[in-house]
T-cell receptor, first 114, second 115 residues
Framework: GAGVSQSPSNKVTEKGKDVELRCDPI?????LYWYRQRLGQGLEFLIY????????KSGLPSDRFSAERTGESVSTLTIQRTQQEDSAVYLC????????????FGSGTRLTVV | AQSVTQLDSHVSVSEGTPVLLRCNYS??????LFWYVQHPNKGLQLLLK??????LVKGINGFEAEFKKSETSFHLTKPSAHMSDAAEYFCVVSDQGGSQGNLIFGKGTKLSVKP
């Protein structure tokens, strides 16, 4: 596609429920990244995919967070048993072969846990 | 480890006056540095990037940044602020040298522009 697409754009969920956030990267971009942006904060790195593998998961804050990527395309970030501190904007980016000069970001999913 | 520090969380200027957003970096490598802008309810947009080809980097919308190794700084400037410049600005460093790496973001500086 023309850009990185994320869905849903907004999600309100009750504490304790599971949520899935989706990212469609730019076609042909082998690298995909998830970041979290809490209110008034910079972006925190969560996980990086090269193809369908995740060589760097160092930013995932707990075992409630997981992500997968299939077909070297779509990625899903899953948060289980959501907590209020999970409320944030979750941003996805893709780039050609992990080139830091070529990131394209999606518009993000705003998650609110009530 | 690589990191960036944005020295001001909020900067307020009047329209037509200069803008200075400060950023200091820490890097074990020859750093890859960037400035991104985030307008309300919009995605992140790359303003400019330092590629070591020149210490003064020109970006979009009249912004520029100067890489100063001796001061470990990469401050963002614009000669004359416009109302449309009001946004959040992030200084960013790559966590590895060369053409690899995850982006490490500063906490952001919110720029307000008064008429």
């Amino acid at each position: 596609g023309a850009g990185v697409s994320q869905s849903p754009s907004n999600k309100v969920t009750e504490k304790g429920k599971d949520v899935e956030l989706r990212c469609d990267p730019i076609s042909g971009h082998t690298a995909l990244y998830w970041y979290r942006q809490r209110l008034g904060q910079g972006l925190e790195f969560l996980i990086y995919f090269q193809g369908n593998s995740a060589p760097d998961k160092s930013g995932l804050p707990s075992d409630r967070f997981s992500a997968e990527r299939t077909g070297e395309s779509v990625s899903t970030l899953t948060i289980q048993r959501t907590q209020q501190e999970d409320s944030a904007v979750y941003l996805c980016a893709s780039s050609l072969d992990r080139d830091p000069y070529g990131y394209t970001f999606g518009s993000g999913t705003r998650l609110t846990v009530v | 480890a690589q990191s960036v520090t944005q020295l001001d969380s909020h900067v307020s200027v009047s329209e037509g006056t200069p803008v200075l957003l400060r950023c200091n970096y820490s890097s074990s490598y020859s750093p890859s540095l960037f400035w991104y802008v985030q307008h309300p309810n919009k995605g992140l947009q790359l303003l400019l990037k330092y590629t070591s080809a020149a210490t003064l980097v020109k970006g979009i919308n009249g912004f520029e940044a100067e890489f100063k190794k001796s001061e470990t700084s990469f401050h963002l400037t614009k000669p004359s602020a416009h109302m449309s410049d009001a946004a959040e600005y992030f200084c960013v460093v790559s966590d590895q040298g060369g053409s690899q790496g995850n982006l490490i973001f500063g906490k952001g500086t919110k720029l307000s522009v008064k008429p």
